[in-house]
């Protein structure tokens, strides 16, 4: 039940995401390669350091996932300015 509704939303995403690119130009890659490959670098190194102690290892895992996502340009300048805004 759950894996059915979970693959509907799915298939509703990229349905929306189609028609909403027709709009405004969507970067795919931004959206979901570049966290992807952020998220598997952070998963590697909490496995690495499955032996520590949970919140060393939620800060080495968050910490893994900044810097990745910064290396690989995942955010830009504007993201930033909009986050400094933010708050």
């Not at 939303?9 to 027709?22: A, N, Y």
């Not at 590697?44 to 080495?60: D, I, K, P, R």
């Amino acid at each position: 039940l759950a894996s059915g509704f979970l693959l509907g939303e799915i298939v509703m995403l990229f349905l929306m995401m189609r028609d909403f690119g027709k709009l405004v130009p969507l970067r795919i890659v931004n959206l979901f390669l570049k966290p992807t490959i952020a998220t598997v670098a952070m998963f590697l190194v909490l496995y690495v350091t499955s032996g520590l102690e949970f919140l060393l290892q939620m800060l080495l895992g968050s910490v893994c996932f900044i810097i990745v996502f910064f290396l690989i340009k995942g955010i830009n300048s504007d993201d930033i300015e909009l986050l400094k805004t933010s708050f």
